[in-house]
């Protein structure tokens, strides 16, 4: 039996349909699967039980990247195919049965759209696929573990427009490890998240945070992980802030307690997903203003609040490894 799941180019929108993914794994335990995505989120699936195939798709002019997966998979019967692009693909190939997602409501959350698809309602959680050797490469890069928490921080996002102030995140970990993370056998490390070409943006939260905590608190995997092995790491977190991202998606989806922050972005399509996920939204700006200035306008105060809340609220620690 064969499933040809084809899922998004960012990677924050092909997080939030790993549930429905996920969901098929379970529900047929004899398919094997060929997921096409953008290169960005290819990674993302490089742990998926029984599959064939990850088709990374590279934007090409004309739409050409359609017809190159096209080219690809024209050739197969599929007994299913699940396309989250509504693509022309795969009205073209051979399939006993189509699965189409076509823009969804957006008065509701795209997780609750995704799952109707399927017809699941509720909808099942995005999820990740990891393994043991995905793990160990995580206990890798987090170094020896000291028996304290991990707070993870996602500074950067894939414009400005969506970025809390360098200054605050750093702020924030602060507060946080000298506050409600203080409690610990150990003290409190912060992990810093982001792609290597966001480091600039991350280098002043590096910076301020080697300064009052010292290196050895610090661990720093910006440029170092691919987006499932991001998720190994922040699965060994006992909290995540971050922006509006892709990187916030996957915290979620490790089951990483996690709040995102948001300002110029819909965050009642884009929350972070789960029972132990939280969104903070920056007030409405003036007439005029940036994206930057609303989310400037979002106070340290408001962000450190809601967090030490959102671990108030969560019992399990550390949580339990999702189901590969």
């Given at each position: 039996?064969?499933?040809?799941?084809i899922?998004?180019?960012?990677?924050g929108?092909a997080?939030?349909t790993?549930?429905?993914?996920?969901h098929?794994?379970?529900?047929?335990?004899?398919?094997r699967?060929?997921?096409?995505?953008g290169?960005i989120?290819?990674?993302?699936f490089?742990?998926?039980?029984?599959?064939?195939?990850?088709?990374?798709?590279?934007?090409?002019?004309?739409?050409?990247?359609?017809?190159?997966?096209?080219?690809?998979?024209a050739?197969?019967?599929?007994?299913?195919?699940?396309?989250?692009?509504?693509?022309?693909?795969?009205?073209?190939?051979?399939?006993?049965?189509?699965?189409?997602?076509?823009?969804?409501?957006?008065?509701?959350?795209k997780v609750v759209?995704?799952?109707?698809?399927l017809?699941?309602?509720?909808?099942?959680?995005?999820?990740?696929?990891?393994?043991?050797?995905?793990?160990?490469e995580?206990?890798?890069?987090?170094?020896?573990?000291?028996?304290g928490?991990?707070?993870?921080?996602?500074?950067?996002?894939?414009?400005t427009?969506?970025e809390?102030?360098?200054d605050?995140?750093?702020?924030?970990a602060?507060?946080?490890?000298?506050?409600?993370?203080?409690?610990?056998?150990?003290?409190?490390?912060v992990?810093?998240?982001?792609?290597?070409a966001?480091r600039?943006?991350?280098?002043?939260v590096?910076?301020?945070?080697g300064?009052?905590?010292?290196?050895?608190r610090v661990?720093?995997?910006?440029?170092?992980t691919?987006p499932?092995?991001?998720?190994?790491?922040?699965?060994?977190?006992?909290?995540?802030?971050?922006?509006?991202?892709?990187l916030?998606?996957?915290?979620?989806a490790?089951?990483?307690?996690?709040?995102?922050?948001?300002?110029?972005?819909?965050?009642?399509?884009y929350?972070?997903?789960?029972?132990?996920?939280?969104a903070?939204?920056?007030?409405?700006?003036?007439?005029?203003?940036?994206?930057?200035?609303?989310?400037?306008?979002?106070?340290?105060?408001?962000?450190?609040?809601?967090a030490?809340?959102l671990?108030?609220?969560?019992?399990a620690?550390?949580?339990?490894?999702?189901?590969?």
């Open positions: 039996m064969r499933v040809l799941f899922t998004s180019t960012r990677l929108d997080v939030l790993t549930g429905l993914l996920g098929l794994v379970h529900q047929m335990p004899d398919a699967f060929t997921i096409a995505c290169p989120a290819a990674p993302l490089r742990a998926v039980p029984r599959l064939d195939e990850i088709i990374a798709m590279p934007k090409r002019r004309l739409a050409g990247h359609w017809l190159d997966l096209w080219r690809q998979v050739g197969r019967r599929w007994d299913l195919v699940v396309d989250l692009r509504n693509s022309a693909v795969s009205r073209l190939v051979l399939a006993g049965r189509r699965a189409t997602f076509r823009g969804g409501d957006d008065r509701q959350p759209s995704l799952g109707q698809v017809g699941l309602e509720p909808p099942p959680n995005p999820r990740l696929f990891l393994n043991d050797a995905i793990r160990d995580a206990r890798v890069l987090l170094g020896p573990d000291t028996g928490p991990i707070l993870a921080l996602g500074p950067a996002a894939n414009w427009g969506k809390w102030p360098a605050r995140f750093a702020a924030l602060l507060r946080m490890v000298a506050g409600p993370l203080a409690a610990g056998p150990s003290p409190a490390r992990m810093v998240l982001a792609a290597e966001e600039p943006r991350c280098a002043p590096l910076d301020a945070l300064a009052a905590l010292g290196a050895g661990i720093d995997l910006v440029g170092r691919d499932l092995l991001a998720g190994a790491c922040l699965e060994r977190a006992r909290l995540f802030v971050g922006n509006d991202s892709g916030m998606h996957v915290a979620a490790a089951g990483t307690p996690t709040l995102g922050l948001f300002g110029p972005t819909p965050s009642h399509l929350a972070p997903w789960g029972s132990q996920a939280r903070v939204v920056a007030p409405v700006a003036e007439p005029g203003a940036s994206p930057e200035a609303r989310m400037a306008a979002l106070s340290l105060s408001h962000v450190a609040d809601a030490a809340e671990l108030a609220q969560v019992t620690y550390p949580h339990a490894h999702p189901v590969t």
